[in-house]
């Protein structure tokens, strides 16, 4: 059982394909989608958008988060995330990008494919002891 409803996943799934199409993946060939739901209630999409110098790459959940936080600003809370590929593949989020959904929302589900289809894991199963900046650290 989630925060997020199943008429709200299937929005977050939807959105996530729908910007699968705009991927810039001429390097992997492998496009992502992804879609977030923030606790203001509003859905933002982000696609994989690779470089040339092939480290540069930004992953689909980083630039959903990026659109976000530049609409909602630095308040931002993440209540759910989808995040799809257009092979249909088993795909997780990759560490960068757990480390980066943390910051935003620890509690959030991540809806993600895995080996029998649609899968859902809290941000904090996918980053046990995720990194905070705290007083002291
Ligand atoms: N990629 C994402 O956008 N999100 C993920 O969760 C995994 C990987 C992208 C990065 C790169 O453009 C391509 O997939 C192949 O690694």
């Known amino acids: 059982m989630s925060g997020v ?16 199409g705009k991927a810039y993946a001429r390097y992997s060939g492998f496009r992502v989608g992804a879609a977030i739901l923030t606790e203001a209630g509003n859905f933002f999409v982000g696609c ?3 470089n040339a110098s092939y480290g540069l790459t930004i992953c689909a959940e980083r630039a959903a988060i990026c659109a976000g936080v530049a609409v909602e ?8 995330v989808a995040v799809v590929n257009e092979r249909g593949v088993a795909c997780s989020p990759c560490g ?5 959904l943390f910051e935003f929302g620890k509690d959030a589900v991540v809806f993600f ?9 809290l941000v904090s199963e996918f980053l046990p002891a995720g990194f905070e900046l705290r007083d002291g650290c």
């Open 113 to 121: 494919l895995g080996k029998d289809g649609v899968e859902e894991r």
């Open 48 to 50: 994989n958008v690779e």
């Open 73 to 80: 600003g630095e308040g931002l809370r993440l209540r759910g």
């Open 5 to 20: 409803s199943d008429g709200e996943r299937e929005v977050l799934l939807g959105l996530a394909r729908d910007v699968l």
């Open 96 to 100: 960068a990008c757990r480390q980066v």
